[in-house]
């Protein structure tokens, strides 16, 4: 292998990449996209959810509970009811989502000693946000019942995203879903492009070597997806604010073996397939998906079936968000992830080794 | 000028045989999206289940086994680790192998006894927001059930009975309610991967200049180009929708006469999509992208992962120009509540309307790549 021959492999590449400037700028403009809509457009977080109130008992003690509800941020009561009718249409026409209905006599009956019965219906066609809410006013009224004399306290921390904003948790997470996509399609059309347009042939009659044309391809892709974690991550930083107490030194080195990683699956996938329609459904199949749905991006893996968690553990993403989030909230290093780095590695030795072995079988 | 059928079948004939010819893509276009609604049908949920519990028990008596105990019978927390030194759970919370630690302090059970106050400490790793909201609410009530069926002369009366019900959904099975998305999220990649390429590819073959000096017009080139897509992706469409049902149980409470006609003209749409975008690249590289472009946006702003009500009202103006969207709003309510057309018909016009606009600025791009070849 000689670096002038990898050299001439990796500047005829990116001579090609920049006489496409529209696929260039997409390059760019693609992990834009995806944080300003996970940015901006939602955030995880239930707030301010549309609750109506039924109260009955017009009593100090109602108003304590009701206050409960809505100084708690999660809740803010967009109506007061004044029969049982009114129940059943704000759920219907959807004005709440949550109606709490507080009996008659709740103040005499809670100082009596009763256990008082209070009602709470949801709106369960959103099965997602009723959940939450359904636990958020579970945690109220526990709360509540404890202050009225019991003794054992629980009592919570959150660590690491104290206020438990979604961004935190989201920003350091699509971090690995950007690489994965820009990866996939970055690489996944190269090799395929060239046996398209018969170039290969012409490629193949060189002699250049597989080792050179794979890491040739590889080099300027490596440049672009570098330069897309640099934004990115300066973007989570100083646009959405979200804290980086780890090191940066480690992000960048595991950033880049998962980017071999990525980008050499990528050129497997586009040299064992040779069409390029087939590699991006491929690509799209293998990366991005899993990246964005078998991660523990957005859904815990924990509450996943046995099968599906074993199957995460060959999706290189959970690893990579596991890192990414380690170090943006929790500040913890090597010492405390070295399996994630070690999966991380064999992850791009093996893509790598697929890569070089499927384009050996069609030089020969 | 009328449209020449026999010129469309025979055009619709050779991309059947492109699409179908190869076993690769048969096996991605008819065992691809099976594999993938088991997989996402099973990934996709907001409730939890399995949390990773870690325990600090400095007290190690019959009374806080019981209540370690008690996490572990609701299903929702797993014992992944036990240990009486705290700096041990702070490990686990780091590596990220316990979401939730529980630390049950030395006088625990006397204090309980004896009437004393008394705490129990729950950290909560907040980097799984989502996760650490839910489990945290769950933790409080176990802790706080176990406080009032412990305290001394056998239970504390009082307190509040909460009682929950949730309406149109009892059980609050998100299942029932993302599957649905999952399944208009596959067929908008189906309908999109197979034609977001299709234009371009002909042009970067040279066989688009053949093609146009045929006397093929645009619109029955188009309409060849989209009968093929759009069978495949009917088969699709009723191969997972019958294995939602079967499978995951998903209650199909759909009237066809919703159904059939949302799902044509959302498949005519993803189709349309895919043609504008083929009909804009001049690579397939180009184009492959410029379709995850439309293909970001239109899954984030459908309301698959997040309620449209609770964005930001400009993304929510946004949603109205999504397909997905109105597919999605369709495809829940006939599948959950069994909702007739009176209620959807603004949905279904919506997709005709995005659909045929679609299809109108495909065909005008393709008249003027013609018109300058």
């Known amino acids: 292998m000689t670096f002038r021959r990898l050299w001439a492999v990796a500047r005829k590449e990116a001579t090609q990449l920049r006489r496409d400037p529209r696929s260039l700028a997409l390059a760019f403009a693609l992990p834009a996209t995806l944080l300003v809509l996970f940015g901006y457009a939602i955030s995880l977080d239930v707030r301010n959810i549309d609750l109506a109130v039924w109260d009955q008992s017009r009593s100090e003690a109602s108003r304590r509970l009701v206050s409960s509800f809505t100084s708690s941020g999660y809740f803010r009561v967009v109506e007061h009811l004044e029969a049982s009718a009114d129940v059943t249409t704000a759920l219907e026409r959807g004005r709440a989502l949550l109606v709490l209905t507080i009996p008659p006599e709740f103040e005499q009956r809670l100082a009596r000693g009763d256990r008082v019965p209070v009602q709470i219906l949801l709106d369960g066609s959103d099965a997602n946000t009723a959940t939450i809410a359904r636990n958020y006013a579970q945690a109220i009224a526990g709360r509540f019942a404890s202050r009225t004399g019991l003794l054992l306290e629980p009592r919570i921390r959150i660590w690491y995203n104290e206020t438990l904003d979604s961004r935190n948790m989201i920003v350091p997470g699509l971090i690995a879903v950007i690489m994965s996509m820009i990866a996939a399609m970055l690489t996944a059309l190269t090799i395929a492009r060239e046996w398209e347009r018969g170039t290969m042939e012409q490629l193949a009659a060189t002699p250049v070597r597989r080792s050179e044309v794979v890491l040739g391809k590889l080099l300027p892709y490596v440049g672009i997806g570098v330069l897309d974690v640099i934004a990115a991550v300066a973007a989570g930083r100083l646009v959405f604010d979200v804290p980086l107490r780890g090191s940066m030194v480690l992000l960048a080195a595991l950033s880049l073996i998962f980017l071999v990683a990525a980008l050499s699956w990528g050129i497997f996938v586009s040299a064992a397939l040779k069409s390029q329609l087939l590699a991006t459904q491929a690509a799209l199949l293998t990366t991005y998906l899993p990246a964005l749905l078998l991660s523990g991006f957005i859904f815990s893996i924990a509450a996943m079936p046995l099968v ?23 500040d913890v290093g090597l010492a405390v992830l070295w399996p994630e780095t070690l999966a991380l590695v064999a992850f791009a030795v093996v893509a790598a080794g697929l890569a070089l072995r499927s384009f050996r079988k069609q030089l020969a | 000028m009328t449209l020449d059928w026999q010129r469309i079948l025979e055009l619709s004939r050779k991309e059947s045989v492109q699409l179908l010819r190869d076993v690769r893509t048969r096996m991605l276009i008819f ?16 409730d939890i289940a399995n949390t990773a519990l870690y325990v600090v028990d400095r007290d190690r008596t019959a009374e806080s086994r019981e209540l370690v105990d008690a996490f572990l019978t609701t299903g929702y927390f797993t014992l992944v680790g036990a240990s009486d030194r705290p700096g041990d759970l702070v490990g686990a919370l780091d590596a990220g192998r316990a979401v939730v630690g529980l630390e049950i302090p030395a ?6 006894q004896s009437a004393q106050p008394a705490a129990v400490q729950l950290l909560v790793d907040g980097a799984q927001s989502n996760t650490a909201t839910v489990a945290q609410g769950y933790a409080a009530l176990i802790v706080g059930a176990y406080a009032r069926t412990h305290a001394p002369g056998g239970g504390v009366p009082g307190g509040l009975d909460l009682r ?6 009892p059980t609050l099975e998100s299942r029932a309610y993302n599957v649905p998305g999952v399944i208009a999220l596959l067929i908008l990649l ?46 699709d469409l009723a191969i997972i929708t019958l294995l939602a049902v079967t499978w995951f149980g998903i209650p199909f409470r759909a009237p066809f006469l919703v159904m059939v006609p949302a799902s044509l003209l959302y498949i005519l749409t993803g189709i349309a999509l895919g043609l504008l975008i083929s009909t804009l690249a001049q690579t397939q590289q180009e184009a492959f992208m410029t379709m995850f472009l439309f293909l970001l946006p239109s899954i984030i702003l459908s309301g698959f992962f997040y309620p449209i009500t609770s964005m930001p009202v400009v993304f929510q103006w946004l949603t109205l120009a999504n397909p997905v969207r109105h597919y999605l709003t369709v495809v829940r309510a006939a599948f959950l509540r069994g909702e007739g057309l009176a209620g959807l018909w603004m949905d279904v016009a919506a997709l005709g309307v995005i659909g045929v606009a679609m299809m109108a600025t495909a065909l005008w791009r393709l008249r003027r790549a013609a018109g300058s070849a």
């Open chain 2, 164 to 169: 929950v019900r949730a309406w149109f959904n």
């Open chain 2, 31 to 46: 065992v691809a999206p099976v594999i993938q609604l088991l997989m996402f049908g099973y990934a996709v949920r907001t």
């Open chain 2, 107 to 112: 006088d625990f059970t006397r204090a309980v």
């Open chain 2, 190 to 235: 189906m309908c999109l991967t197979l034609t977001s390429l299709a234009v371009v590819r002909e042009r970067e073959f040279g066989t688009l200049d053949q093609l146009m000096v045929t006397p093929l017009q645009p619109r029955e080139f188009l309409l060849g180009k989209t009968l093929p897509v759009a069978l495949v992706a009917v088969v």
């Open chain 1, 308 to 330: 599906l968690r074993l199957i995460t553990l060959a999706v290189p993403a959970r690893y990579f968000v596991t890192i990414t989030r380690g170090i943006f909230l929790k």
